[in-house]
Nanobody
Framework: QVQLVESGGGLVQSGGSLRLSCAAS????????MGWYRQAPGKQRELVAY???????NYPDLVKGRFTISRDNAKNRVYLQMNSLKPEDTAVYYC???????????????WGQGTQVTVSS
């Protein structure tokens, strides 16, 4: 099995910063894409940042220039540095990874349990 565990969420004032971390563990043969999504109350889950195994990144306009995704392939970790946070960034943030397991070599999509980020005005 594969587990993703996020950390680093919390309460911050508008304009502040937070750094989220996600550790992948379990029967991992290889990880291709990793990313962060978020879901605010009453809204659909949306992409926040995406990074390939080669380090190429993608951000939606809503967070471009404020958020930075990075990864440590040796440690199976992905990070999200969030700066200039706004109240509208308040949401549960989920870690995502596309993983091939050691047992089957089949690729699958895995999600963390989510971490709450609250930005006060």
């Amino acid at each position: 099995q594969v587990q993703l565990v996020e950390s680093g969420g919390g309460l911050v004032q508008s304009g502040g910063s937070l750094r989220l971390s996600c550790a992948a563990s379990g029967t991992i043969f290889s990880i291709s894409a990793m990313g962060w999504y978020r879901q605010a109350p009453g809204k659909q889950r949306e992409l926040v940042a995406y990074i390939t195994s080669g380090g190429s990144t993608n951000y939606p306009d809503l967070v471009k220039g404020r958020f930075t995704i990075s990864r440590d392939n040796a440690k199976n970790r992905v990070y999200l540095q969030m700066n200039s946070l706004k109240p509208e960034d308040t949401a549960v943030y989920y870690c995502y990874a596309r993983v091939a397991q050691t047992t089957t070599r089949a690729w699958g999509d895995y999600w963390g349990q989510g971490t709450q980020v609250t930005v006060s005005s």
